[in-house]
């Protein structure tokens, strides 16, 4: 089956860096989406990778390695308003479905 | 502000009922897409529609069923309700149906009794 397996919760301090990771396992791939979404809020998008490397939106970035299946997003200069779910998603090909991780519950610590 | 708008926001009804969830896209945005949001299935890729054609289908129930319209908004019908069909519906658009830059609108919250 096609999964998406990233960790349910990360903590971090306000001011540091933080990575959420997300590994994926489907039968195809066409780009790694991220996207964050406050509690009782609607996704808002972050970042696309559809090639290897890293991807750079001011304090967020997010990379992809093809090969591993693998990517992550960073997160820079954390500020409390980052406090949030954090989503990564694959579309398998150009018209194909779309697949969401569970998303990882970032709490921010003062 | 996305600029996608969804109605109606809330919508309490009972158990084998039909419902229609409505979405207007960004203006000039030619795609429109449907995600379903449960506590237990997290977010779930419904259905795409790029300029009135279904482009991409997710794991839509065959009680649920979609359509673009020629002015591009977007109604998405759930047919013979169930308890478990209570979630956040989201319908989010995007310019070229490329998955990398869609705009959610607030979503729907359906509550089946």
């Known amino acids: 089956g096609q999964s998406l397996e990233q960790p349910s919760e990360v903590t971090a301090v306000e001011g540091a860096i933080v990575q959420i990771n997300c590994t994926y396992q489907?039968?195809?791939?066409?780009?790694l989406s991220w996207y964050q979404q406050h509690d009782g809020g609607a996704p808002t998008f972050l970042s696309y990778n559809a090639l290897d490397g890293l991807e750079e939106t001011g304090r967020f970035s997010s990379f992809l390695s093809r090969s591993d299946s693998y990517g992550y997003l960073l997160l820079q200069e954390l500020q409390m308003k980052d406090s949030a779910s954090y989503f990564c998603a694959v579309r398998m090909n150009r018209d194909d479905k779309i697949i969401f991780g569970k998303g990882t519950r970032l709490h921010i610590l003062p | 502000d996305s600029g996608v708008t969804q109605t109606p926001k809330h919508l309490i009804t009972a158990t084998g009922q039909r419902v229609t969830l409505r979405c207007s896209p960004r203006s000039g945005d030619l795609s429109v897409y449907w995600y379903q949001q449960s506590l237990d299935q997290g977010l779930q890729f419904l259905i795409q529609?790029?300029?009135?054609?279904?482009?991409a289908k997710g794991n839509i129930l065959e009680r649920f069923s979609a359509q673009q319209f020629p002015d591009l908004h977007s109604e998405l019908n759930l047919s013979s309700l169930e308890l478990g069909d209570s979630a956040l519906y989201f319908c989010?658009?995007?310019?070229?149906?490329?998955?990398?830059?869609?705009?959610f609108g607030p979503g729907t919250r359906l509550l089946v009794l």
């Open positions: 489907t039968s195809g791939f066409y780009g």
């Open positions: 989010a658009s995007s310019a070229l149906g490329l998955v990398e830059t869609q705009y």
């Open positions: 529609y790029y300029n009135g054609e279904e482009r």
